[in-house]
């Protein structure tokens, strides 16, 4: 399939011509879908208005019973399910209701029963299950015209003090989840502009509104939704700034990420500081973000796709109900509408020209040291979060340990002068040569560590000598 770019490739490369879905392309969708637990009703509601698929009922049972698909026969063993749900419940699974879980089945390929679900999660997990089985608040009620009619923009710093920076934005009618991002920072506005308009670029639209609370990594996205809705219709404002309790649909989800993800790593991650293997320095909180942002990551993926997919149930509070996936692509099954305003590709490139499109999850000099000292110590990155707090801690005992022998660089150089030193070693360099302490081990690993700490800044000339003589006539290598 040919896709055709326009303009800059590295900022309008999301931009894209919306081709029509063959047959594969279907079937993938079709069984994307059921595995969501979507109706089928509602299943051929977002093949009508988001696909321009338009098939019948009848269809789609042959469809899916040809695909070897179905909800009420073939179910999975139920070993296989147990052992499923023993396994998440290990990890931040443990907050998981019997709903969540079962969407969660359901996303895995299996075929099984919620009440199965409900079941064994009371007989895998029972602390698990009494301490959600807890009275709830009663909150004000929210409404919204339809999709797109404001989005609501926030950060969640529950983790920011161990490195992970998480944004997110959501739809206010539908509670879809527009975008759930980690990185290294939620305080740069290019960052967050980096969100916004990659959000943008996906869907070709752009909402009626935003709303966030008033600080300043919001700035760009003010500025851009104004830019861009400056000529559209309505008197609704185009961007609001408010207090973090009137951005009550973002809030209030947090609660729910907290319940279903974030508890897990707050627990974990204050485990490690409160062993004393994290103080918060620059150190730790990179190697913190080398070793588990991935992980986090892709957790955060899996609680998107379960949050979309599931299904918010009628209550007093809130006359929306459903399941945020179909509310926000197939508004006209809930008789309101698209509220999405048309965007231009074009002022949507310059926008991105203010964004921040190479912000790398960890700094890079940790980033390169942490590499050579995994390939010298044959390790592997694990996505099981316990594994990596062990490479982790080992990891940072090795950096830990070797910073005591700058310590002794720093202060040879301090009590001698320069041209002492020419006369030590005799072979002065340029200020990209760097000093090699003459250990047995891999030369490579400790020149990794000196470039992360940046030795050469150390100097005032930044002329350093190869020659491990040097040092070790200074200081002994039994000292050492």
Partial sequence: MTVCYSYRREKSKFIKEKPQMNPNEQAATISTYLSFGIPYEEILGLLAQKHDVFISMK??????????????????????????????????????????????????????????????????????????????????????????????????????PYGICINACIDGYSRFIIWLRVGRSTSNPRVIARHYVEALASLERMPYSLRTDMGTENGHIAEMQSFLRRNGPGSRKAFIYGTSQHNQRIESWWGIFRKECAQFWITFFGKIKNDGHFTGDFIDKNLMRYFFLDIIRNEMNDVVKTWNSHRIRKSERSAVYGRPIVLYHAPLLNDTQDYSLPLNKIELLACADECDFTEGYCDEDIKDLADIIMRENNWRKSTDPYEAATIYLQMRNIIRQNKKYLSYCRKFLETHSLSAFDRLSGKIKDAKTFLVLGFDKNLEAYMGLLIFLKVEALIENSRLCTSAAVLTQVVPTQQL
């Fill in 59 to 160: 269809t789609l049972k042959r469809r899916l019973a040809s695909y070897g698909l179905y909800r009420r026969k073939n179910f999975t063993d139920i070993i296989i399910v147990a052992m499923f749900i023993q396994e998440q419940v290990q990890l931040s699974g443990c907050l998981h209701g019997y709903r969540w879980m079962y969407n969660k089945c359901l996303q895995n390929g299996m075929v099984v029963q919620r009440d199965m679900v409900r079941i064994l999660l009371k007989i895998l997990d029972p602390p698990g299950v009494t301490l959600r089985i807890r009275g709830k608040l009663r909150r004000r009620q929210y409404t919204s015209k339809g999709p797109n009619y404001i989005w609501h923009i926030d950060s969640y710093d529950k983790l920011k």
